[in-house]
């Protein structure tokens, strides 16, 4: 990786941690999101007006950027919905390393979809950071609690969380496609704009009927998300264009090792070991990322 995509995956990291920190606090419903990507698309409006870049970017788009940008933001809302599921269902220790694994399954398919060749210095790194994060997080999970939940515990939540890391690994590789065609503004706005209309009609699907109720009692939560969220992941598609999206994913797994220090800091949190192992664990596996070509 080069120097400019570690500083700048770092940040998203940074920023990535603390907008899923008031995500999980605040226990938000799917249509919570509705209004995060509908203020999402204004957010780039000030961009597009003073640069001049619109409607140029918009009506020299090539068709393959609309057909996969469509796609991403369809796999985007199912590793949303899917990840909100779990969470609802189980502990986030108990979800979460299942959930963040996604960079095993991205090398996989950036070598299978993309022709990504990947060095054996960042494949061990890859391989350190996931286990850095399972260690992390041993201290509610266990690996027997995926494949023998006891008559308490259903599986629903693990699977919802595999299939978030699935599908995060799958829409991460469709993004560093889409940034090679466009502006990584321009996408970032045309990923809001499908996932405002599909979370709306999966919304509306679901026959609840508050939307307007989740709007007039988070209003504030709703804008700072959408600023947060958007400046993340504004920041990692602007990585994905220096360097290769395997390591981009993996390297942004520092956000666990933010996480971990701050439960250990802040929120005197037990099995301080056992977490601190693990971030060493990751700390070498993403040094080895930052290191690898």
């Given at each position: 990786?080069?120097?400019?995509?570690?500083?700048?995956?770092?940040?998203?990291?940074?920023?990535?941690?603390?907008?899923?920190?008031?995500?999980?606090r605040?226990?938000?419903?799917?249509?919570?999101?509705?209004?995060?990507?509908?203020?999402?698309?204004?957010?780039?409006?000030?961009?597009?007006?003073?640069s001049?870049l619109?409607?140029?970017?918009?009506?020299?788009?090539?068709?393959?950027?609309?057909?996969l940008?469509?796609?991403?933001?369809?796999?985007?809302?199912?590793?949303?919905?899917?990840?909100?599921k779990?969470?609802?269902?189980?502990?986030?220790?108990?979800?979460?390393?299942?959930?963040?694994?996604?960079?095993?399954?991205?090398?996989?398919?950036?070598?299978?979809?993309?022709?990504?060749?990947?060095s054996?210095?960042?494949?061990?790194?890859?391989?350190?950071?996931?286990?850095?994060?399972?260690?992390?997080?041993?201290?509610?999970?266990?690996?027997?609690?995926?494949f023998?939940?006891?008559?308490?515990?259903?599986?629903?939540?693990?699977?919802?969380?595999?299939?978030?890391?699935?599908?995060?690994?799958?829409?991460?590789?469709?993004?560093?496609?889409?940034?090679?065609?466009?502006h990584?503004?321009?996408?970032?706005?045309?990923?809001?704009?499908?996932?405002?209309?599909?979370?709306?009609?999966?919304?509306?699907?679901?026959?609840?009927?508050?939307?307007?109720?989740?709007?007039?009692?988070?209003?504030?939560?709703?804008?700072?998300?959408?600023?947060l969220?958007?400046?993340?992941?504004?920041?990692?598609?602007?990585?994905?264009?220096?360097?290769?999206?395997?390591?981009?994913?993996?390297?942004?797994?520092v956000s666990?090792l933010?996480?971990?220090?701050?439960?250990?800091?802040?929120?005197?949190?037990?099995?301080?070991?056992?977490?601190?192992?693990?971030?060493?664990?990751?700390?070498?596996?993403?040094?080895?990322?930052?290191?690898?070509?």
């Amino acid at each position: 990786m080069t120097p400019l995509s570690i500083i700048l995956v770092l940040i998203s990291a940074l920023i990535h941690s603390s907008w899923n920190f008031f995500t999980k606090r605040g226990n938000f419903p799917v249509e919570f999101f509705f209004w995060v990507f509908l203020w999402g698309t204004f957010l780039y409006l000030p961009f597009f007006y003073f640069s001049g870049l619109f409607p140029s970017l918009l009506l020299q788009a090539p068709g393959k950027l609309w057909t996969l940008s469509i796609i991403s933001s369809l796999i985007q809302t199912l590793y949303l919905i899917s990840l909100i599921k779990a969470y609802q269902m189980a502990e986030l220790s108990l979800v979460y390393p299942i959930s963040r694994s996604a960079p095993l399954f991205t090398q996989v398919w950036a070598v299978l979809l993309i022709g990504e060749i990947l060095s054996i210095t960042g494949v061990v790194g890859i391989g350190l950071v996931v286990v850095g994060i399972f260690i992390i997080s041993m201290s509610g999970f266990r690996l027997t609690a995926v494949f023998h939940p006891s008559r308490q515990t259903s599986s629903r939540p693990y699977l919802f969380a595999l299939i978030a890391a699935v599908t995060g690994s799958v829409y991460s590789v469709l993004d560093k496609v889409c940034v090679q065609m466009t502006h990584p503004v321009f996408y970032c706005w045309l990923i809001d704009l499908f996932m405002c209309i599909e979370v709306g009609l999966y919304a509306l699907l679901q026959k609840r009927n508050i939307l307007l109720k989740v709007w007039g009692q988070w209003k504030k939560e709703i804008f700072l998300i959408a600023l947060l969220q958007n400046a993340s992941y504004l920041l990692v598609l602007v990585a994905m264009q220096m360097s290769k999206v395997s390591y981009v994913v993996a390297f942004r797994q520092v956000s666990a090792l933010f996480g971990a220090g701050l439960g250990i800091l802040y929120l005197k949190e037990t099995q301080w070991k056992t977490r601190i192992t693990g971030a060493l664990i990751l700390t070498i596996g993403l040094i080895l990322v930052g290191l690898a070509k």
